[in-house]
């Protein structure tokens, strides 16, 4: 069935994901705050462009947002221009953005108030799987809202799941940005031990990845890690916001994160060596400057 869709946030997730929606014979209004990019998309996929979030969402039966934080997310939704002026009633809308599990429950309770439902939903698999339409998506909210989203959401997706109540999204969300960090780590200081032993990289990935230590890391990070390349997936500065909301939030519950924690100051330390937007593979770099 052909739907109106609404799509705020066209980023390098956000613009394949609203193109795969469009693609799929929805019919499409896409939100983006450098208007470039929206017009670059209209380019590319059927569909129209808005001006502000309230006009893309005017009539629109999904409602999707896919921007960088909290802030981000409040001013496009309860902003002066935002979604909750114009979603019609009986709408879905979906937060595809990572972010606290607060504002998504308090985002979830003005939805409701205005008589439209809301569901928290981040996505995992980089920009690899948005461009490829196999993401995974952490769902929480209501199950009837769920029910009626999930074929679009199927749009750009592989995995979907209901996880639980308002917030479950974004908490395990959390917990797959600790588990990727810790990976990570793990995988770097492999590497950089192998190289300086004089092991070949490939013969012993090719070996290690059908065994216990088989990762997705391992499968499709090892070898740019090892030539020092860095700019193939999800950027530094995103991942240590996703981990200080993971952080926050287990303060808030009462669960230690030490190795989360020290991940995170390795992070600094490469976003000091200037790698900013070097993808989270980039841990390895501070290893082999300590040479």
């Known amino acids: 069935m052909t739907c ?10 956000g613009y394949p994901m609203a193109g795969y929606i469009s693609k799929a014979g929805h019919n499409v209004t896409v939100f983006n705050r450098t208007k470039s990019k929206a017009e670059k ?3 590319e996929y059927k569909g129209k462009m808005a001006d502000t979030p309230a006009q893309a969402v005017e009539g ?10 909290d802030d981000d ?19 879905v809308y979906i937060d595809n953005s990572t972010v606290s599990a607060e504002i998504s429950r308090e985002l979830y309770a003005a939805a409701k108030e205005k008589g439209f439902g809301f569901l928290d939903a981040p996505i995992s698999g980089g920009q690899s799987g948005a461009e490829g339409g196999i993401l995974t998506v952490m769902v929480g909210g209501d199950e009837d809202v769920f029910s009626k989203a999930e074929p679009v959401i199927d749009c750009y ?15 395990t969300k959390m917990m797959n ?11 770097s200081e492999a590497i950089n031990f ?3 032993a004089g092991l070949d990289m490939d013969i012993v990935m090719e070996t290690i990845s059908k065994g216990a230590a088989q990762s997705w890391q391992m499968e499709n990070r090892y070898r740019t890690m090892t030539d020092d390349k860095f700019d193939y997936g999800f950027a530094i500065d995103w991942m240590r916001k996703d981990l200080k909301i993971a952080i926050e939030e287990a303060k808030r ?19 000091e060596m200037g790698g900013n937007r070097w993808d989270s593979s980039a841990l390895i770099a501070r290893l082999k400057k300590k040479k």
């Open 41 to 43: 998309w209209i380019g």
């Open 4 to 13: 109106n869709v609404a799509f705020i946030g066209l980023g390098v997730m």
């Open 157 to 171: 997706s592989r995995k979907v799941k209901l996880i639980g109540p308002s917030g479950s999204g974004q908490l």
């Open 253 to 271: 519950n009462g669960s230690p994160v030490p190795i989360t924690e020290i991940i995170d100051g390795y992070y600094a330390e490469v976003q």
């Open 177 to 187: 940005q600790m588990c990727i960090a810790g990976a990570v780590q793990g995988l």
């Open 73 to 91: 997310l409040r001013e496009v939704s309860l902003g002066e221009n935002g979604l909750f002026k114009s979603a019609k009633e009986g709408s």
């Open 60 to 69: 629109a039966d999904f409602i999707f947002t896919c921007v960088g934080n």
């Open 194 to 196: 192998g190289i300086n």
